[in-house]
């Protein structure tokens, strides 16, 4: 009779782990190779728990993610031919991902999850670009820096057109730059040109993490700041609302850097005593963030900064 019992108890247990074992079914792995220089959009099939490399054939400049909070991609400058992407959510998204090199060459990637309920899909772990059998590039390829017809304050386009935003064009000129002017000392930033499209405001920025130790940066902040006119004159801040913002890259190893764009509204007007300012801050000391002060009017053109 107990031996009995003890197998009806198995047999129900298994009954139960089977099916979750079914459910937790290995992806299928992909290892892709492409032409570099091809004009299509690649397709990268990303899951939950899983990271893929991308291997370019060149040093890395610059990494455009279009959707930070599903995904992340970053790259590092001990690794440059390198950029490893993976979904940040468990459920279902999609975004794109531009990345330049330090010829200028542009790669487009369209990055799929399916989230966690596609267990046996096609996941991509290795993406390797290859160099195209000639060197020549066709006059006909696209670029991903915006020509010359296209003006500034026109709204961004399909990313397979590769015609782009003011915001993705400014963070690929800020990233372009060799040598910014830093300030700060662990935490160091570099305040790039600020742009008045009408309807809002463009700045470009560089990060540069001068400590021994990695840091997560946060997403930046833009305040009005200045003093409050009470007894003990202390300190007010305002947010200024931002419409968009992109960072290459949020973890940074020791001496890398990171280059990122935000976009807001300019308010009207300021008190002569208050400042516009880029707050900058890592994960680990939120409390003791950077702070620089912007221009409240970007330059016209031919200005001096």
Known sequence: MRHSWIFSFFTVLFSVASPAQQHAAPPHPRVATIIADSDDVAVLR????????????????AIVLGDPSSFRAEHSENEPRLVTVKPVTPKAAETNLLVT???????????????????????????????PTSALIPASRPSLFVPDT???DSPAADVSSGVIGPAERELIFQSGLPSPTFIG??????????TDTGDAMILGFSVLNASPESIELLPPQVQLAGPQRTQHRSIKAEPV?????QLTIRHLAPGARADGVVVFERPTFKESSEHLLLEVAQADAVDRPLLVPLAFTAPVKGEQK
């Open 241 to 245: 609302p931002l419409k968009e913002y």
């Open 101 to 131: 090199t330090k010829s200028g060459r542009e790669v487009s990637l369209h990055l799929v999850s399916d989230g966690r309920s596609n267990n046996a899909g096609d996941v991509d772990f290795v993406l390797q670009y290859e160099e």
């Open 185 to 194: 000392r662990r935490l160091r930033v570099s305040v790039g040109r600020l």
């Open 46 to 61: 990303l899951r939950p728990g899983y990271v893929t490399s991308v291997f370019l054939p060149e040093e890395v400049n």
């Open 150 to 152: 296209k003006e500034l």
